[in-house]
């Protein structure tokens, strides 16, 4: 008998040790609340029990906190996971929330689902702050969105991929930020934080060691920056790279492209770019002094294109060649 009880106290245990307590809250701000009350559903609710299973309208009631418009609920779920929700205004599903894009799993496509990565198994409650009803971020701060393509590195380190700086509430903790990938090799999370210039850098790991060299192209002190002043998805960029994996490896090739002529240069409008080898293809990307990829152009068999500067502002910008023999030329 005493060898089943020790037994059962140890499976007990290990159950306790996959939980992680993580609140959900929004702001109903002046939304009209209905008499249903506020829900949230997601694809937990058949974990915790709840009737019917996950994407339930009615059956995962939040509450006022106070006399505030915010109403929450506290919930036990596994660490080390994806978790996909909405809001609903009522208990019918045509009440849930509509996420922006910036917040959807999906930017501009069909999951729109509110999404989070809960990584920590500490002794705490993890919370992001309550999200306005079909909102973005807590009041007072902007929602940013860090995107990082790992493709390029040789392993994924077994402390996952993370980003640290000066946006942290504690500024450089390589630990509290780590990255979600939905596929195709791209790590991203959403955080939130007040308006204001932030200094930042991606992490294979989660100490020192681990950070990327960012290029001194797009470097400020070593580190990559942004000037948050809206919600903003960031530009997907390679580890260590200025541009996307697919662009970074352009320059990895060391033959330059001959018989090209750009015209006029510079320009107040267009420009046109003529390629004297008519047996290959090209592919023009115009690039802002970071390294972002503002445009792109495709030549087929040398044909001439017309550059144009539509909505790009009066400043400098690279224009980056590559053709299908693997050459490539920088103007």
Known sequence: ?????????LVLACTNLSAKKIRFAVDMGTHTISPMGVHLMGNFQAYLGLPLGDWQSNTLRLWQVGTSTVY????????FAEYEFKFVSGDQSYEAEFVPNVARVEPFLFNDNRWLYLDSLANDTTFVGAIPFSGTAPVGK??????????????????????AGSFQSSAWNAKDNILYSFGSGIYEIIAYAVNGNYSFKYYNGNVIGTTETVPGACATLGNRTHNLQKDTILETVCFSACVSCALAGMYEYTTDISGIKMFPNPTASSSVMEFENTEVNYNVAIMDLTGRVLKTYYSSNGESITIKKENLSSGLYFVNVIDSKKRKSLF
């Open 1 to 9: 008998m005493k060898k089943i009880i020790v037994a059962l106290v």
């Open 72 to 79: 929450d609920t506290v919930l036990d779920l596994p660490a």
């Open 142 to 163: 902007s929602l940013i969105r860090f995107m990082v393509d790992m493709s390029s590195v040789g392993s994924i380190s077994s402390n996952g991929v993370h980003v």
